[in-house]
């Protein structure tokens, strides 16, 4: 697919877009035929796992928005030369699209997280924006042999919106793999999103999200189940973009004439 108007960084290709243009296209997909388009919400343990991860790393490079989810992920990208507009993460930009969805009475699907914890947000989503449409909702423990009969309930029920609150790299790759079939306008990857906005989780202050230190809250809030996640591939991140870094100050710009430096 067309990779203008984005960033390369570290093996994958993030959007240049600002929350604002995310919905903007987001908004023109549900409003057109029924193809699937992908969002992938890219973190700096995506970036890590998808060195690794070939099926998660052609997800990744197929969505057809793929944001920055994570300041150190817009930083990195600044300090290579690949400037991006902002962070736009999952948990910012469901909430944008359930009020829209509110406004113009599109469909929603939700799948994903406990079963207590999704039906929590369906009704909440239906209580605060009362013009959308719960077209249904599943929660996110099924095995392998239930993926079939799952993609057609969702194709049958027709939402303009599906999100997808599973961990990643399952989460990705399972849009990926079904988005044919799905035939939905927007398929978006929101991670853990469906428990803040259940209420099951409290999200970090906005200094904390600013200051890239989110990460820290999360781990504080989850620390069985995110220590993993932030002590390992996010530590790899790190040392990868510090890496990046150095090999891109280190090695002479070519000039007009191919050669480095440009001067003869």
Not at 133 to 149: K, T
């Amino acid at each position: 697919m067309q990779t203008a108007g984005r960033a390369e960084l570290m093996g994958l290709a993030l959007d240049r877009a600002t929350m604002e243009e995310a919905l903007v296209r987001c908004l023109a997909w549900c409003e057109g035929p029924r193809r699937t388009h992908t969002v992938v919400t890219v973190n700096a343990s995506h970036v890590s796992l998808a060195r690794r991860d070939p099926e998660l790393r052609a997800a990744c490079r197929a969505g057809d928005l793929v944001l920055a989810d994570g300041m150190p992920v817009v930083w990195t990208a600044r300090l290579l030369g690949s400037a991006l507009p902002e962070r736009v993460s999952g948990c910012d930009l469901m909430p944008r699209l359930l009020a829209e969805a509110g406004h113009r009475s599109l469909r929603v699907y939700l799948l994903g997280a406990r079963p207590d914890v999704v039906s929590d947000l369906a009704a909440r989503s239906v209580r605060a924006h009362p013009g959308l449409v719960l077209a249904g909702f599943r929660d996110g423990y099924f095995s392998p042999a239930d993926h079939a009969a799952i993609v057609e309930e969702i194709r049958r029920a027709e939402p303009h919106l599906l999100f997808v609150g599973m961990p990643s790299p399952f989460k990705e790759t399972w849009c990926e793999r079904h988005r044919a079939r799905l035939a939905v306008p927007v398929v978006a990857g929101v991670g853990g999103t469906f428990d803040v906005l259940a209420g099951r989780v409290r999200r970090a202050p906005p200094w904390m999200q600013r200051s890239g230190l989110e990460w820290s809250w999360r781990l504080l809030m989850e620390p069985r189940r995110m220590w993993r996640r932030y002590l390992a591939t996010n530590s790899e991140f790190l040392w990868l973009a510090a890496r990046e870094v150095v090999r891109r100050r280190a090695t002479p710009a070519e000039g007009p004439a191919g050669e480095a430096g440009g001067a003869p």
